[in-house]
């Protein structure tokens, strides 16, 4: 019986190793989010490749631009680019306020009311976006902001 068990237990946890890898086999390019808290990239896909950056803010945005087994080549809004460990993103779409300081309205209109004012570099989790706006979170606060302005989602893309 405690041999069974030991089985059980070793085939939960790897469907658990596995599980965010198998979260994450769309076609790059595509945009997703650094998870953890402290997110090393290195010059290659596999741990004996020398670490090149430490990201210490989870949240932000990097946009997936190859795949290597569990690993992801990433490209970060400033263009740096490097390999991460599939665990260490995340499917959560974010993006980073690039430009001037902006406003976030309170519809997807130039012409609605500004609900907030965001900076250069504000990360936000993008709720959605349609026709050229998307509606975000910073931390509570939402509102809209010209897609133009967001680095983290494509151009055209629609996002429900």
Same mark, same amino acid.
């Given at each position: 019986?405690?041999?069974?068990?030991?089985?059980? +237990?070793?085939?939960?946890?790897?469907?658990?190793?596995?599980?965010?890898?198998?979260?994450?086999?769309?076609?790059? #390019?595509?945009? +997703?989010?650094?998870?953890?808290? =402290?997110?090393?990239?290195?010059?290659? #896909?596999?741990?004996? &490749?020398?670490?090149?950056?430490? &990201?210490? /803010?989870?949240?932000?945005?990097? /946009? @997936?631009?190859?795949? &290597?087994?569990?690993?992801?080549? @990433? $490209?970060?809004?400033?263009? %740096?680019? *490097?390999?991460?460990?599939? *665990?260490?993103?995340?499917?959560?779409? %974010?993006?980073?306020?690039?430009?001037?300081?902006? =406003?976030?309205? =309170?519809?997807?209109?130039?012409?609605?009311?500004?609900?907030?004012?965001?900076?250069?570099?504000?990360?936000?989790?993008?709720?959605?976006?349609?026709? *050229?706006?998307?509606?975000?979170?910073?931390? !509570? /606060?939402?509102?809209?902001? $010209?897609?133009?302005?967001?680095? !983290?989602?494509? #151009?055209? $893309?629609?996002?429900?």
């Amino acid at each position: 019986m405690k041999r069974k068990r030991g089985w059980i +237990a070793a085939a939960v946890a790897l469907a658990v190793i596995v599980t965010p890898a198998v979260g994450q086999q769309r076609k790059p #390019p595509y945009y +997703a989010s650094i998870a953890a808290s =402290e997110a090393r990239m290195r010059t290659g #896909p596999g741990r004996n &490749y020398p670490v090149s950056w430490v &990201y210490v /803010r989870a949240d932000l945005p990097i /946009r @997936v631009i190859d795949i &290597y087994r569990d690993w992801r080549k @990433v $490209e970060s809004v400033d263009g %740096t680019s *490097g390999w991460m460990q599939v *665990g260490l993103l995340s499917d959560r779409r %974010t993006g980073i306020v690039q430009g001037g300081i902006t =406003e976030l309205r =309170e519809s997807a209109s130039a012409d609605g009311r500004v609900a907030w004012r965001v900076a250069p570099g504000v990360v936000g989790r993008v709720i959605g976006c349609t026709r *050229g706006w998307c509606r975000i979170d910073v931390k !509570g /606060r939402g509102g809209y902001i $010209e897609q133009a302005r967001l680095w !983290g989602v494509a #151009p055209d $893309e629609d996002i429900n």
